[in-house]
Nanobody, 121 residues
């Protein structure tokens, strides 16, 4: 089994910054893509940013230039640095990871429990 635990959410004023962290633990051979998603009430969960094992990244258009995703493979941890935050960034943020638990195993998708980010105007 694999667990993902997010931290770093909270309340911040518009224009401020937050850094989210998500650490994976358990039976891990390797981790392929790791990503951050967000969801607000009544809306579908949307991709915010993703980083692949080789380091390539993709961002939602709404966060390009403001958010930066990174990962520390030695710590099985993914980060999301969020700058110039806007009220519309308010959401529950979830991390996800495609984890391989044994040599030549099939990647399985795991999700964290979510962390709340509130940006006040």
């Amino acid at each position: 089994q694999v667990q993902l635990v997010e931290s770093g959410g909270g309340l911040v004023q518009a224009g401020g910054s937050l850094r989210l962290s998500c650490a994976a633990s358990g039976i891990i051979f390797s981790i392929n893509a790791m990503g951050w998603y967000r969801q607000t009430p009544g809306k579908q969960r949307e991709l915010v940013a993703i980083i692949r094992n080789g380091g390539s990244t993709n961002y939602a258009d709404s966060v390009k230039g403001r958010f930066t995703i990174s990962r520390d493979n030695a710590k099985n941890t993914v980060y999301l640095q969020m700058n110039s935050l806007k009220p519309e960034d308010t959401a529950d943020y979830y991390c996800a990871a495609d984890v391989v638990s044994r040599y030549r195993g099939t990647p399985l998708n795991y999700w964290g429990q979510g962390t709340q980010v509130t940006v006040s105007s």
